[in-house]
Structures are given as C-alpha cells and as structure tokens.
C-alpha cells in the first residue's frame, strides 16, 4: 500500500512540476504568463489526439510540445512586442486554450487512449519499495527531474542564466549593457510553454490516457502558486510539487477509505492548500520580495 501510495503521488506531483519549472524560467525573465492552464489544457487535448490518430505516444508528446510553445509564442508576441498587459493577455490565452481543446476534442470523449508506458529494468524495478518507486516510473518523470535540474544549474551556474537573472531583476539596466531583453524574454516564454505543453500531454497519456473536457482541474492555476510557494527557486519547486501531490493523492484515498467528510471538500483539499500557501507566503513578504525578480510583469520598451 506504501509503494502505491508513493507512485500515486509522484504521477499526480510530475505534471504539476513540469508546468511550474517552466513558468519560473519564464518568470525570472521578468514575465508574468496567467495562460499556463490554457497551454496545458492545449497539450492534453493535442498529444491525445495526435497520438490516437498516429498510434505513437511519442509523436503526441512532440506536437503537445509544439502547441505549447507556439501558444506561449502568441503571448510572447502580443506583450513583449505589441506590449498588451501581461495579466490581461494571459487570462485571454487560458480562456482561449480551454475552447479551443474542447471543440477539438469534442470527438475524443470516451475513446480509449494510448498510453506511454513505463519503464521496466530487470532486477532493480523488481526492488521492495523502491524499485518501481525509482526504476519502474513513465519516462516523463526522468524528465521533470532532470528538467529540474538542468534549470537549477543553467539559472545559477552559466552565464545564460546570469543574464537571463539579470533580465528579470532590472531590464533597463540590461538593456543599457547591450543585452537583448525582447529576445531572451521571448525565449524564456517560449520555453515555459513548451513545459506547459509537456505537462499537459502527461495528463492524457500518462496519468489518465483518455480525454476529459477541461482535464487539467487547475492545475495550471497551482503552477503559478507554485513558483511563488517555492521563491523562484528550482528545487523549491520540485519539493512543493511533492508536497501538493500528496494533497492530491492524500484526499483520493481519504475517500477511499470511507471517512466520514463530504467528498466535494476532500476534492477542494489541493486548491485550499494552495491559498494556505499563498497566506503564509504574505506573512513573509519582505523575505520574499527580495528575491522576486524586480520587473516581473513589467513590459519593457527598447529607445528607439
């Protein structure tokens, strides 16, 4: 029962950290992007769909990707270079993710979908407890670890990440020294929506291998707490990932097991702990200011 519970929670807690990985990437450019939910919704429906029609679970993972990035490459457009509101645009790209996924996968509902499957090394995934736990997992969550990781080194140990922190810190005065803010924003976006994508195809073909109108439940919503939950740190969120996972899971099997607490309470458990967290965030604010980049949402305007 361990062992399911843990794998329960690690398949709930993977789409979760993959979508906020790439929104704090985006965030520590100085861009604030509200259309998580949307792109994630979009990559759900499209890696669904594509990998229904071609039989590959992989070729819906790639298009997922694709759909993510190019959604956030709208964003990008109409706020890094028409310079729209940040907030306004991203609430109109959620709105626009979640009907247009619904038209699209209006044929989907009730068809059996094609699951990508988990690895099996001989020996090791046969290990008590930790060897379907750490060997035996889908290979989208060897994914968001490393993606972690490669995130925590690129951002804190090379150059690229220097100045993309910088970016995000003061534009002005990146900009005064000679670095192209509008092009590593837009990279930076880009980026973050193609993990939102990435996420959204986990939900489809890994966590549930079917398509639901509306399947990501607000899971992109938690995305953005997340990064804020976690001070824009990558490992941070790795760990608030786990932790909001667990409420995920830890509510299914209270029901479960029959506990006497209405289940339209248990199902609001991960979005009551996300405001939980909101609120102990507030009480530190001055802790959390300090490492908030300083021009995030802000648009920035090159001298012409």
């Known amino acids: 029962m361990l062992e399911s519970i843990l794998l329960t929670i690690a398949t709930a807690a993977t789409p979760l950290l993959i979508a906020s990985i790439g929104e704090l990437v985006a965030e520590r450019s100085g861009v604030l992007n509200l259309g998580v939910e949307g792109m994630m919704v979009m990559g ?130 990146a900009h005064a020294l000679g670095i192209r803010v509008i092009l590593i924003r837009y990279a930076a976006v880009v980026f973050g929506g193609a993990c939102a994508g ?34 824009w740190r990558p490992w941070r969120v790795l760990a608030g990932a786990y932790l909001f996972g667990g409420v995920t899971i830890g509510q299914l099997h209270a029901q479960a097991f029959g506990f006497g607490i209405p289940s339209q309470l248990l199902s609001s458990l991960p979005y009551l702990a996300t405001i939980v967290v909101l609120v102990l965030i507030s009480r530190n604010r001055r802790l959390t200011m300090m490492n908030t980049p300083a021009s995030l949402g802000q648009p920035f305007v090159p001298d012409r």
């Open 198 to 231: 990435l996420a959204g195809a986990y939900l489809s073909l890994v966590y549930t291998p079917q398509w639901v109108e509306n399947m990501t439940a607000g899971r992109g919503w938690i995305a953005l707490a997340l990064v804020v939950f976690a001070s």
């Open 44 to 173: 759900a429906v499209t890696g669904f769909g594509v990998a229904l029609t071609t039989g590959s679970p992989w070729l819906g993972v790639f298009a997922a990707i694709a759909v993510g990035a190019v959604f956030s490459l709208l964003f990008a457009f109409l706020t890094l270079t028409l310079v729209t509101n940040q907030v306004a645009t991203g609430l109109a790209l959620t709105l626009l993710g979640l009907g247009t996924s619904g038209m699209l996968g209006e044929s989907f509902v009730g068809l059996p979908g094609v699951k990508l499957g988990n690895l099996d090394i001989p020996y090791l995934t046969d290990l008590p407890l930790i060897g379907r736990l750490i060997f035996g997992q889908d290979p989208l969550f060897y994914v968001s670890i490393l993606l972690t990781a490669g995130v925590a080194w690129f951002l804190f140990r090379t150059r690229a990440g220097l100045t993309l922190r910088s970016v995000g810190d003061s534009h002005g005065s």
